[in-house]
């Protein structure tokens, strides 16, 4: 079954801790999207890859880094500099012609 | 000013009603109109796209795009209790998105 995939759909971080959430489509999709839902509100954009080895910064952008090394894959690792990370995060793949899908989420919290 | 701004509702509906879900948008570059249906804790899910001005219609929904107004709209006829969710509008390039419309439909 084509899509994407999440891992791991729970994760809980140390204050001063990086962590880094996995995304992995087989779509064969240019651009994947990283974005952050916090509760009762709609999505905001942290980074998005249009091609591989290319990305630029979303609305949200500090305190996250991504890297695009492969096609399929666009992990996003929340760093200690995330002052507020417990939230909801949603990657996306999309391609040209319209359909953007997402996966099924992380939720991170801060212990 | 956002790029999309979408009717925040909440909305509230009793069983077989028509919806009516709306976003305008600022950005004339915007190509690609998307509707996806969110529930609570979940992905969300696409429902519709398309790229021209004009109704595209799919089952119960129907997605219609005024490109010269900066205007799309989600219509759900004969709404169920199931269509309970957060309805989300997007456009292509960034995949920039509204904030989202939470509909309830009782019984």
């Known amino acids: 079954d084509g899509g994407i995939t999440q891992s791991p759909k729970y994760l809980f971080r140390k204050e001063g801790q990086n962590v880094t959430l996995s995304c992995e489509q087989n779509l064969n999709h240019d651009a994947m999207y990283w974005y952050r839902q916090d509760p009762g509100q709609g999505l905001r954009l942290i980074y998005y890859?249009?091609?591989?080895?290319?990305?630029q910064k979303g609305d949200i952008a500090e305190g996250y880094s991504v890297s695009r090394e492969k096609k399929e894959s666009f992990p996003l690792t929340v760093t200690s500099a995330q002052k507020n990370p417990t939230a909801f995060y949603l990657c996306a793949s999309s391609n040209w012609t319209g359909g953007s899908f997402f996966g099924q989420g992380t939720r991170l919290t801060v212990v | 000013q956002k790029e999309v701004e979408q009717d925040p509702g909440p909305l509230s509906v009793p069983e077989g009603a028509i919806v009516s879900l709306n976003c305008t948008y600022s950005?004339?570059?915007?190509?690609?109109f998307m509707w996806y249906r969110q529930y609570s804790r979940k992905g969300p899910e696409l429902l519709m796209y398309?790229?021209?001005?004009g109704n595209k219609e799919d089952g119960r929904f129907t997605a219609q795009v005024d490109k010269s107004s900066k205007y799309i709209s989600l219509f759900i006829r004969d709404s169920q209790p199931s269509d309970s969710a957060t309805y989300l509008c997007?456009?292509?390039?960034?995949?920039?998105f509204g904030q989202g419309t939470i509909l309830t439909v009782h019984p």
């Open positions: 950005n004339s570059a915007f190509q690609y």
């Open positions: 398309t790229y021209s001005s």
């Open positions: 890859s249009q091609i591989v080895n290319d990305f």
């Open positions: 997007a456009m292509s390039g960034k995949l920039t």
